[in-house]
């Protein structure tokens, strides 16, 4: 018995096919791309949707959830959808659903809510169980003509129900709500779009086919997004992107005062507040820009010192967006504030363009405008002319009964005496009238009521009304101008229901190229305030506020003394030269209180820590400095090239061997000559014209060494002569005119100093 049911059972081996793992995986790979492709992320170029919203809407129709009814629960939506025609998450399906009823998210909602649909904040609407829905006066124009023959229905994933194809109304959602998704291999990103502009760029098209592409742009425009906005980008950019269906948009949002009294100012979105002070608003924000995160970002621009002309940032909002940003001091530019906010926050994001869709066939294809607008006019003239065949095939029926009656009254006599005389009345009828099946059924189902007199002149009016209809749908169906025709008045009469003088219809984004931004740096974003900056010896960085005595004590950690001091103000950049040759830059607005002993200088810039600072000073963008390493090799650097913009500095000085970086001083106007000391005690003087000028290097040779290196260098007048600080205290200095026996070409060995010179070999 073992052996028997061991011989029946098929060995699961063999249905194991021998194929290339490649090809297989390329298969099945394509399969689930294209399932994604069209069953899932791209829109459909007729209705614009995607499966899951048209099933959305499809169910609710099915629960009668029109506008004039009353609200139903979500979750009773979501439950038939994924039920009978969508086998997906309840959260997916759900989501979608929320989007269709926020009107932040379209700008024609499809879905009207009851309850927690989310809000701008980007807060998430409340659980399905708690919401309730309908269906919006859009939606059913979108769904007109499901059951007059227009489009296809296909069976659902079980063969269980019927859903459309496709929805067939008029109302083109496509361009008026937009899409966005991700497929694989492929995306899409249309914005929503102002129906009534939508409708004129059509029946433009409509009219002339051959119309070019700027003069559809004259009336289509552009993006109307649900937020409104301002889409700051010229025309052509615009034009060129849906000439070809991919680009982006700049969207900003839009500083308004309401309540200001100054038409200006109004436009402007400054309120005035008296004794100068004032307040900036912005009533409208970037498409798809959460207001909440909006607002973080500007407080957090503000805490990490970024917008330091901004004291304050407030949401007033209630059902209309007011955001107040409070400035520092009345004195700051509001100009300047707005493009500080552009720059740093999502005040300004782009949009991208991608006009990828599927078209009739269910084939992804990326249009620009006039294309997406021809297979759209192409596809509303076929539901035009389903819907007229479908109307001239209910004619046909009824006329036939209608026929079928008429006969009946004018022989009601013989008619009854038949239906009284005979078994089986009706092959009689049908012999005798020359009636049809169908028309003698008619008959015999007739109700006593209808035998009235009256019934005969409705049945004769009614044959003339098909009759004549009948003829104008066949002269339809024969004349595509005639179709053109119908397609036109009735894309009017949509018009003037989303015209530019309805609420709903009304743009909403100002499209309007920018003024040229207002230049800045984060310097003018700075308070202009005195700094006394004092860098001790072991690398402590501090700014007492205001311009001290500069023989000021401070007090310093154990060990450490006084380095660097000097005066600066908060908009300045300070230099700082170390003595491997790199140079680094610190803004003085930047640097710590001088409370305490401040802040290891090495925090703020990746200097290594035996490394020592050789110089400290202002930056001056037209200024020059003598640099010299020990070796003796120096030149002239440009402080305009000084600066650098990360924390690693930038390498200026190239060094071998064991030289540093030791001479930093500043070339004032007018220094002729440069007088240079060595460890030697030796000092020589030379023209200043025989240094170069250079960004990066090594140098020349400035005084030649038998022992040591150089001490120290300087550059100075020579008609004014060679000066040097004596000893003791105070800062008495000497001046020594008679220079003209140490002066010798660069690179001499030189003489020893005149008497009186500084024991360290120091100027």
Sequence with gaps: MADTVEMTTPDPFDAIVDAPFDSALEERYLVYALSTITARSLPDLRDGLKPVHRRLLWAMRQLKLDPSSAFKKSARVVGDVIGKYHPHGDASVYDAMVRLAQDFALRYPLVEGQGNFGNIDGDNAAAYRYTEARMTRTALLLMQGLDEGTVDFIPTYNGEEEEPEIFPGLFPNLLANGSSGIAVGMATNIPSHNVAEIIDATLELIDNPYVEHERLMELFRGPDFATGGHIIDSARTISDAYATGRGSFRVRGVFHAAEAKDEADRQAGIERLGSGQWQLVISEIPYQVPKGKLIEQIAQAIADRKLPILEDVRDESDTQIRIVLVPRSRNVDPDLLKESLFRLTDLETRFGLNLNVLDASRAPLVMGLKELLQNWVHSQIDILQRRSQHRLDQIARRLELVEGYIIAFLNLDRVIAIIRGEDEPKPVMMAEFGLTDRQAEAILNMRLRSLRKLEEMQLRQEKDELLKEQDELEKLLESPARQRTRLKRDLNALRREYGEDTRLGRRRTRIEEAAPAVEFTMDAMIEKEPVTVVLSKKGWIRAARGHMPLDQEFKYKEGDDLAFILHAQTTDKLLLAAENGRFYTLG????????????????????????????????????????????????????????????????????????????????????????????????????????????????????????????????????????????????????????????????????????????????
């Design 588 to 763: 003085a607005d930047k640097l710590p209180g001088a409370r305490g002993f401040g802040e290891p200088v090495q925090s703020m810039i990746d200097l290594e820590a035996e490394t020592r600072i050789v110089g400290l000073m202002v930056h001056r963008p037209d200024g020059r400095l003598l640099l010299a390493a020990t070796n003796g090799k120096g030149f002239i650097a440009q402080t305009a090239e000084l600066l650098a913009e990360t924390r690693k500095g930038k390498q200026v000085v190239n060094l071998k061997d064991a030289a540093r970086l030791i001479v930093v001083r500043e070339v004032d106007t007018g220094h002729d000559h440069v007088a240079a000391v060595g460890d030697n005690r030796k000092l020589v003087v030379f023209n200043l014209e025989e240094v170069p000028v250079m960004s990066r290097g090594q140098g020349v040779t400035l005084q030649r060494y038998r022992d040591g290196g150089l001490s120290d260098a300087r550059t100075f007048t020579l008609a004014e002569g060679l000066s040097w600080q004596m000893g003791g205290k105070g800062e008495r200095t000497r001046t020594e005119t008679d220079i003209w026996q140490w002066k010798v070409a660069r690179g001499a060995a030189g003489r020893l100093p005149p008497q009186g010179f500084p024991k360290d070999n120091r100027f």
